[in-house]
């Protein structure tokens, strides 16, 4: 299917899983990964036809996803395959280049069918045209998954991807150093922080990537804090 959007496999906190087109474009250099059919059309269709996709003959599945994801890319392509007899075929392409890879081989009819994205660049990804909305399996998406979750991978009530996985942070401490009484609350853990920290001998009691905004919204959120206001809308600027 010689598309110019496609389907989004969407990520930061929230990343989202979607199988709903299909390519038969030839592939780019990459070492693909293929599962081949072994029924006829007919029961293809068949079976797509039971959750409203009908593939052309011919067609194939593209998915981009980064090496460390190839083994459970590999395991659900074999129940998609033996499910609609479509070979799925897995391309080495990092979530961080995505996006971008996306932009020119979309138009180009190159572009994957299945990609990971963080959610918090849906926004420029609707806007460049790339994506597809969720529109087959939206209700289905709605009923199984917390409403935060849907409403990360959709803008302006259309729902682009698939939630895939949420990510948290997790505090690492030396029980040697530190003891459970330390830990008991964040005024704990600063008092604690205050008797440790030895900057000339580079000793911290306490440290976090203050410079990366993914780790300092937990301290604004967590408080009920927020950056934009409850009404602020995005302004998208077309030229």
Known sequence: MKIKKTALLSAALITALSLSACSSNKTNNQAPSAITPTADAAQTAGNAEEEGLIPEPGAKLIIWEGKDEKPFIDAIAQEFTAKYKIPVEFQEVPATDQRKKLKTDG??????DVLVMPHNTLGDAVASGILLPNDIFAEDTKANYPKEL???VSLDGVIYGYPRNV???LLYYNKE?????DLASWDSIIKFAKGYND????KFGFMWQVGDFYYNYSWIAGNGGYVFGQTARILRISG
């Open 150 to 152: 849907v409403d990360a």
């Open 167 to 169: 990510e948290t942070y």
């Open 177 to 181: 150093l530190v003891k459970e009484e």
């Open 107 to 112: 138009p180009a009819g190159l572009g994957a």
């Open 199 to 202: 900057v000339g001998n580079n």
